[in-house]
């Protein structure tokens, strides 16, 4: 009975189940394909580990433009945390980013701190990272 219904069904892509390597976070450049891929398919599990064991301060580039966003994981949130709402929202939030196409982003690491890190210390880096990469006054940066 099952094989007749399937059998009406075209076959639309084989994918490998496979778990993929973790580049690294000095390595992990997604887009917003990946970045929803990685959020929920078994073959990223290990991403999502490495991920969740880090707060830390990320960077997302508008493709169409070059434009560029700073943001962090502090406080009780992981990186894995921050990145599910854009990979959910394609926003997560952020005023600068509602009006972009999520399409076009893409997402990387510029630095992580170990979870028992004080605030402050990421605030601290997050503020030097939209001062070196300017993008309070050139990119998608508000504050």
């Not at 398919?41 to 960077?59: C, M, P």
């Not at 959910?88 to 982003?105: I, M």
């Not at 993008?135 to 504050?143: F, Q, S």
């Amino acid at each position: 009975m099952y094989g007749i219904t399937a059998a009406g069904y075209r076959v639309a892509e084989v994918a490998d189940a496979r778990p993929l390597r973790f580049p690294g976070f000095d390595r992990l450049i997604v887009d917003r394909v990946q970045l929803q891929a990685l959020t929920r398919e078994h073959r990223y599990t290990g991403w999502r580990t490495a991920l969740a064991s880090v707060k830390g301060i990320y960077l997302i580039t508008d493709t169409r433009d070059g434009r560029q966003y700073v943001g962090k994981a502090d406080g009780a949130e992981t990186i894995l945390q921050r990145w599910s709402e854009y990979a959910t929202t394609g926003h997560g939030g952020n005023v600068e980013l509602r009006g972009l196409d999520p399409a076009t982003l893409r997402y990387s690491i510029l630095r992580v701190f170990d979870p028992a890190t004080p605030t402050r210390v990421i605030d601290e880096a997050e503020s030097h990272f939209k001062q070196a990469l300017d993008t309070r006054k050139h990119g998608l940066n508000r504050n």
